[in-house]
């Protein structure tokens, strides 16, 4: 047996997934945005359920050390606020544009994570998803993965109290700027 690239060979040369277990002094780009959405996804999950609490009130509920691990929020434990979905929706958004960039002009980030917004919104308020769709296309609202992950789609969480106000914002601010690039900077 032998190891090369990472995968164990055996004697008929068959190639078996390893883990490798060494650690990179420097870990690649790729390797830090994982980490920094899914530490962004862990800490959203642990504070979801008090998030609107004062200092005190997490104290009194939790003890001196306050939320030690995951607690029910939204009728579960672990789940995610909307700053995680926007955070993902973001990410999504700079993806499609690096996918896209040979057909681009300059602004095509800002217009793709306008995009991702507008699915984004798409998963929060589904009375207007026809209006979406309407307004800005098939392909702008719907052409994404996030679209379809039934965990972002409204019926799989309660939306958190600030939820409905931040739709409605989000609604004036992406129908009133003249460009994605505006609304995105906004």
Same mark, same amino acid.
């Given at each position: 047996? !032998?190891?090369?690239?990472?995968?164990?060979?055996?004697?008929?040369?068959?190639?078996?997934?390893?883990?490798? @277990? !060494?650690?990179?002094?420097?870990?690649?780009?790729?390797?830090?945005?994982?980490?920094?959405?899914?530490?962004?996804?862990?800490?959203?999950?642990?504070?979801? =359920?008090?998030?609107?609490? !004062?200092?005190?009130?997490?104290?009194?509920? +939790?003890?001196? &050390?306050?939320?030690?691990?995951?607690?029910?929020?939204?009728?579960?434990?672990?789940?995610? @606020?909307?700053? @995680?979905?926007? !955070?993902?929706?973001?990410?999504?958004?700079?993806?499609? &544009?690096?996918?896209?960039?040979?057909?681009?002009?300059?602004?095509?980030?800002?217009?793709?994570?306008?995009?991702?917004?507008?699915?984004?919104?798409?998963?929060?308020?589904?009375?207007?998803?026809?209006?979406?769709?309407?307004? +800005?296309?098939?392909?702008?609202?719907?052409?994404?993965?996030?679209?379809?992950?039934?965990?972002?789609?409204?019926?799989?969480?309660?939306?958190?109290?600030?939820? =409905? =106000?931040?739709?409605?914002?989000?609604?004036?601010?992406?129908? &009133?700027?003249?460009? =994605?690039?505006?609304?995105?900077?906004?």
């Amino acid at each position: 047996m !032998s190891v090369t690239n990472g995968r164990l060979m055996d004697g008929n040369d068959a190639m078996k997934p390893t883990l490798d @277990t !060494s650690i990179s002094p420097e870990p690649s780009p790729a390797t830090r945005i994982l980490g920094a959405l899914l530490g962004g996804a862990v800490g959203d999950a642990l504070g979801a =359920p008090v998030e609107f609490f !004062s200092l005190d009130e997490i104290r009194r509920r +939790h003890g001196p &050390s306050g939320v030690t691990g995951f607690e029910k929020a939204f009728g579960r434990k672990g789940a995610i @606020t909307d700053d @995680t979905q926007m !955070s993902l929706f973001t990410a999504e958004g700079l993806i499609l &544009s690096r996918v896209r960039q040979d057909d681009a002009d300059a602004g095509l980030a800002a217009t793709a994570i306008y995009h991702a917004y507008l699915r984004w919104l798409y998963t929060q308020d589904t009375a207007r998803q026809a209006q979406l769709i309407r307004q +800005h296309g098939t392909c702008a609202v719907i052409d994404g993965m996030l679209t379809t992950h039934a965990g972002l789609l409204p019926g799989a969480r309660r939306a958190r109290p600030a939820c =409905p =106000p931040c739709v409605r914002d989000a609604w004036g601010r992406l129908r &009133s700027r003249s460009t =994605p690039a505006r609304a995105v900077a906004e």
